[in-house]
């Protein structure tokens, strides 16, 4: 079936450090999208990418739709106490209706 | 706020016991969801229902039983569960028809099973 991988799991930094998370897919994907959980919080969504090679800016962060449609990137710009939590990727499953496969997220952690 | 809410949040049972838990979204979706959330598998999906019809039960143990009576109201009851289902429930919304849309999260039940 179809799988979405992120990397890395986890990522200690330092306030004011870039921050990067990669998404994979086995599959091209329809379109990508991006959550994060605030620790204790439930997934919120961030931003949806749809054409080859997007590129789209929300302030520090900035998301990445790969030319193949099969990865993505999340980057974060001199990162604050507030970008803290767990960052997923998601894309529709090929085989079924409605449904989103997620990646297994990436934990950001932000020493002040 | 999502427009979902979830209730109860949190949530202490044995494993003799039955409960069950609700979701309630106000947003005119079609689309409701079951996430297991857990250190093991950080995003589970364990049922899904279009129009109050279930299209995807993803392997899931009949100790748990998904009901959605309506477009809005999402259940899901839970008896003789095992202490390894303890983890976070979330529920999910998302409008009708297209595979490509965001999905609304509610806050989620945190469940432990003693």
């Known amino acids: 079936g179809q799988q979405v991988m992120q990397i890395p799991q986890y990522q200690h930094v330092q306030e004011g450090e870039d921050f990067t998370t990669y998404c994979n897919s086995s599959t091209t994907l329809s379109n990508i999208q991006w959550y994060k959980q605030r620790p204790g919080g439930h997934p919120v969504f961030l931003i949806q990418l749809v054409k080859s090679g997007e590129v789209k800016k929300q302030k520090r962060l900035t998301f990445q739709f790969g030319e193949a449609k099969k990865n993505s990137s999340l980057h974060i710009t001199a990162t604050q106490t507030t970008d803290v939590g767990t960052y997923f990727c998601?894309?529709?499953?090929?085989?079924?209706?409605?449904?989103?496969?997620f990646g297994g997220g990436t934990r950001l952690m932000v020493k002040p | 706020e999502t427009g979902v809410t979830q209730t109860p949040r949190h949530l202490v049972m044995g494993m003799t016991n039955k409960k069950s838990l609700k979701c309630e979204q106000h947003l005119g979706h079609n689309a409701m969801y079951w996430y297991k959330q857990s250190a093991k598998k950080p995003l589970e999906l364990m049922f899904v229902y279009n129009f109050k019809e279930q299209t995807e039960n993803n392997s899931v143990p009949s100790r748990f039983s998904p009901e959605c009576p309506n477009s809005s109201h999402l259940f899901l009851h839970l008896h003789t569960l095992q202490p390894e289902d303890s983890a976070l429930y979330l529920c999910?919304?998302?409008?009708?028809?297209?595979?490509?849309?965001?999905?609304?999260f509610g806050p989620g039940t945190r469940l432990t099973v003693l």
């Open positions: 998601a894309g529709p499953d090929n085989n079924a209706g409605n449904m989103l496969t």
């Open positions: 999910a919304s998302s409008p009708p028809g297209l595979a490509t849309d965001r999905q609304f």
